[in-house]
Structures are given as structure tokens and as C-alpha cells.
Nanobody, 124 residues
């Protein structure tokens, strides 16, 4: 059974930084593509960034390029999201996702496993 657990969310002022972590209870973690999505009430879950199973490829939404960085530590079964230069528009619940696959999906309906989410609030 796959379980993902996010941590690191909270309240931060605009211009600040946060680092989210997502620890996974997955065997063969290093065979999974991993991603971060976010969602605000009334809107569809939005792709933020993703990383391939071997860490060789990363993708990011235009809205976060140059500010957010995804990384993975396979020894710790953990994926990270470093968020810098945060703005109030980044306020959302952030979810990590995983799929045992060789390419890198960028749509929420292409991921099999999800964490419960962590709230990020950016004040102006």
C-alpha cells in the first residue's frame, strides 16, 4: 500500500520561502515519477512541477518557473518542493503525487497516488 505524507506548509509573507517535503512509503521509490500539484477552493487541481524517476528531467508550470524547485532523495523516499519568492497567488493546498512510470505526467488524472495535502498561505 502506497502512502504519501506532505509536511512543511504554513503561513509566510510575500517574498519569503518555504520547503515542502513528501515522504513516501513505497518500495522501488526510485522507479516513480513524482509531482507537486496545488488546489484552491472552487478550482481544478493545478500542476506545479514534476521530476522523473531518475531525477534526470524536471518540468514546471510557467507560473512557478525560476521560483520553485523540485528535487528527490531516493535514500529517504522523499520529494521536496523548494518555494522561493512566494506571492499571495501561490496560496493553496499543495499535494504530492506519485506514479510508477518511466515518463513524467503533468496532469492530475495521470497520477495514481496522492498525499492528503498541506496548506500554504502567503500573506501580502
Amino acid at each position: 500500500q502506497v502512502q504519501l505524507t506532505e509536511s512543511g506548509g504554513g503561513l509566510v509573507q510575500a517574498g519569503g520561502s518555504l520547503r515542502l517535503s513528501c515522504e513516501a512509503s513505497i518500495s522501488a521509490f526510485n522507479r516513480y515519477a513524482l509531482a507537486w500539484f496545488r488546489q484552491v477552493p472552487g478550482k481544478e487541481r493545478e500542476f506545479v512541477t514534476a521530476i522523473s524517476w531518475n531525477g534526470g528531467k524536471t518540468y514546471a508550470a510557467d507560473s512557478v518557473k525560476g521560483r520553485f524547485t523540485i528535487s528527490r532523495d531516493d535514500a529517504k523516499n522523499t520529494v521536496y518542493l523548494q518555494m522561493d519568492k512566494l506571492t499571495p497567488e501561490d496560496t493553496a493546498v499543495y499535494y504530492c503525487a506519485a506514479r510508477h512510470i518511466s515518463w513524467v505526467p503533468q496532469s492530475f488524472d495521470q497520477y495514481d497516488h496522492w498525499g492528503p495535502g498541506t496548506q500554504v498561505t502567503v500573506s501580502s
